[in-house]
């Protein structure tokens, strides 16, 4: 794994009206690296997560993705919010696999994973397609290009938006608690499919999750946030077998049982 950092966050703070939800958040993510963050419900994950790509703005601190400001321009010490498209621009780079798959219904599986490269990068459609198909066979759904949605199972849905997500080549992959919203039956497959990407794809890879186990083998390290903070960091073994802080070691306790 290289030591590049592709992800640096930067003394991060994010409000909410007067309800501050992020404090002074400081993490770093190495080009390669799969960082696993945990925490209860409540606790700042998604929304540290969605700042990331500047879905959700920020009221101090920097954010860089491969060393570019994320969703600002700084001048003369002060940051000015880039304008939407150019926003836009900056999350082509960064994909993004949420709870919900957000598929487009009238879209086949092949178009799904094809349409932005076509519409949003101008790829050569055949190349774009033949990309798409490629995807599609590395999550595990070779033969269902021609499939709706609606025919789909909520895990296969899943990996036909991951494949999306990695169709436009992205630096960095963000994964939004994505087997939430999923029968327990079904989650097995789709983890799967980010443990390939995690030890194999040499993908960035920030999973914001609440499977423990997939933590524990997968991620190169794990971060525990609470009330906006982040309480502790380290290596699986580490946050999740010996804990330092009661914090870590009372939600562990509960979540582990």
Known sequence: MSTDVMVAIEGVDKWYGTTQVLFDVHLTVDTGETVCVIGPSGSGKSTLLRTVNHLEEIGAGRIRVDGQLVGYREHRGRLHELREADACRQRLEIGMVFQHFNL???????ENVAFAPIRVKGEPPG????????????????????????????????RVAIARALAMRPKVM????????????????????????????????????HEMGFAREVGDRVV????????????????????RHERTKAFLSAVLR
């Open 104 to 110: 487009f219904p009238h879209m086949t599986v092949l």
């Open 174 to 209: 963000l994964f939004d608690e994505p087997t939430s919203a999923l029968d327990p039956e079904l989650v097995g497959e789709v983890l799967s499919v980010m443990k390939d990407l995690a030890l194999t794809g040499g993908i960035t890879m920030i999973v914001v999750t």
């Open 224 to 243: 525990f946030m609470d009330a906006g903070r982040i309480v502790e960091q380290g290596p699986p073994s580490q946050v999740l077998s010996e804990p």
């Open 127 to 158: 190349q774009a397609r033949e990309y798409a198909r490629s995807l599609l066979a590395r999550v595990g759904l070779a033969g269902k290009e021609s499939a709706y949605p609606s025919k789909l199972s909520g895990g296969q849905q899943q």
